[in-house]
């Protein structure tokens, strides 16, 4: 199967701060990744879509000055929480595809926690 | 997103019975379906796929079936182990869309 990495595997920041979130993708090259949020005890929700060479496209409810994507090349994509609160405390997952039109592959995902 | 959503929050089973989890899903359009297994604080582990051209497909130890008159999915695991402990999530999307969206999870337990 193909590997996604996360970095960090965990983060704990104050409120107001902005945290970056790297998801790549190990063996293979993504044009498209997607980022997941995911409370304790709740389910997998879709944040956003990130494009390799166009912007983002967010999910209805998702702030996107809130939660800048970028995705910088074919293998990475970053997401910023901007001016963290302790509500954004949650489990980030980011996931790829490794060819249009195939399963998805998860990274680990990267626990924030913002006190 | 769609609406997905499993019929069980919980499920308790005996090591070596077989274990049913089941899921529905809303939009017809959707045409893939995938069921991930997560372990307490990793990511969604992929178990198996299907697509809507399809009512059934086995993997190892592990049987989907897909019934889209009523928009039903289930995973059967077989021999289940304490291994197979987990929240089982299924995930329904269009496989050209690449987007997938998730269900409220199972937690499966496995009783030595």
């Known amino acids: 199967g193909a590997v996604v990495s996360q970095h960090p595997s965990r983060v704990i920041c104050k409120s107001g701060t902005s945290v970056k979130i790297e998801c790549r993708s190990l063996d293979f090259q993504a044009t498209t990744m997607f980022w997941y949020r995911q409370f304790p005890k709740q389910s997998l929700m879709l944040m956003a879509t990130?494009?390799?060479?166009?912007?983002?496209?967010?999910e209805q409810g998702v702030e996107k000055d809130k939660f800048l994507i970028n995705h910088a090349s074919l293998t990475l994509s970053t997401l910023t929480v901007t001016s963290a609160h302790p509500e954004d405390s949650s489990f980030y997952i980011c996931?790829?595809?490794?060819?249009?039109?195939?399963?998805?592959?998860f990274g680990p995902g990267t626990r924030l926690t913002v006190l | 997103g769609e609406s997905v959503g499993l019929h069980l929050p919980t499920l308790s089973v005996q090591e070596g019975d077989n274990s049913i989890i089941n899921c529905a899903y809303s939009?017809?359009?959707?045409?893939?379906f995938i069921w991930y297994k997560q372990e307490s604080g990793k990511g969604p582990q992929f178990i198996i796929d299907i697509r809507s051209n399809m009512d059934k497909r086995q993997g190892q130890r592990v049987t989907v079936l897909l019934n889209k008159t009523v928009k039903h999915l289930s995973l059967q695991i077989a021999a289940t182990q304490p291994g197979d402990s987990a929240v089982y999530f299924c995930a329904e999307g269009i496989l050209t869309g690449n987007q997938f969206y998730f269900g409220t999870g199972t937690s499966l337990t496995v009783i030595p």
């Open positions: 996931s790829a595809p490794k060819r249009r039109a195939d399963t998805q592959y």
């Open positions: 990130s494009n390799e060479g166009s912007k983002a496209t967010y």
């Open positions: 939009n017809s359009a959707s045409d893939y």
